[in-house]
């Protein structure tokens, strides 16, 4: 039987204070780099031995 997962630990001073500084601050994706991104997805879609779900981005 698998072990239960542990909580994940809460993020305290400066470390919650990068977290909350890089959410502020997302960079949106070029359409370049969304395209590599789907091109390595379908290359690993394509030698993957178990059933992956079809990219929907």
């Given at each position: 039987m698998a072990r239960p997962i542990e909580?994940?630990?809460t993020?305290?001073?400066r470390d919650a204070e990068r977290f909350f500084?890089?959410?502020d601050n997302?960079?949106?994706v070029s359409?370049?780099?969304l395209?590599?991104?789907?091109?390595n997805y379908e290359y690993?879609?394509?030698i993957?031995?178990?059933p992956m779900p079809e990219c929907k981005l």
């Open positions: 909580l994940t630990p993020l305290r001073g500084e890089m959410m997302v960079q949106p359409r370049e780099e395209e590599r991104m789907k091109k690993f879609r394509s993957a031995t178990f």
